[in-house]
Each structure stands twice: as C-alpha cells, then as structure tokens.
C-alpha cells in the first residue's frame, strides 16, 4: 500500500464517523435548547397567572 492509499482509506472512515458526530451534536443541541424554552415558557406562565391573581 502506498501513502495516497492510506490518506484515501483514512478519509473514508472519517467522513461518515464526522457525519454521526454532527448529527449527535444537532440532537444534543435541540434537546438542550427544548429544555430551555420549557423552562421559560413555565416562567412566563408563572408570572403571568401572578400578576392576574393581584
């Protein structure tokens, strides 16, 4: 096997592993910002049946 062979194996295991790892990343990302939308959403209704309570 010469170099260029290695360099292009290389790559072909790469790109699919770089593929998955973005995806995970997406999902983690939309999972925590889910989270934090939940959050201030409850905030917000908290607040609001506050002020409507006075």
């Known amino acids: 096997m010469n ?3 290695i360099i ?5 295991i790469l ?7 973005v995806i ?3 999902l ?3 999972k925590k ?4 939308l ?3 959403e409850k905030k917000l209704d908290k607040e609001i049946t506050d002020k ?3």
């Open 15 to 21: 790109i699919p592993l770089v593929f998955i790892v």
């Open 3 to 5: 170099l260029g062979d």
């Open 38 to 40: 939940n959050y201030i």
């Open 28 to 30: 983690i990302m939309v």
């Open 33 to 36: 910002q889910r989270k934090q």
């Open 52 to 54: 409507r309570i006075k």
């Open 8 to 12: 292009f194996q290389l790559f072909m």
């Open 24 to 26: 995970i990343f997406i």
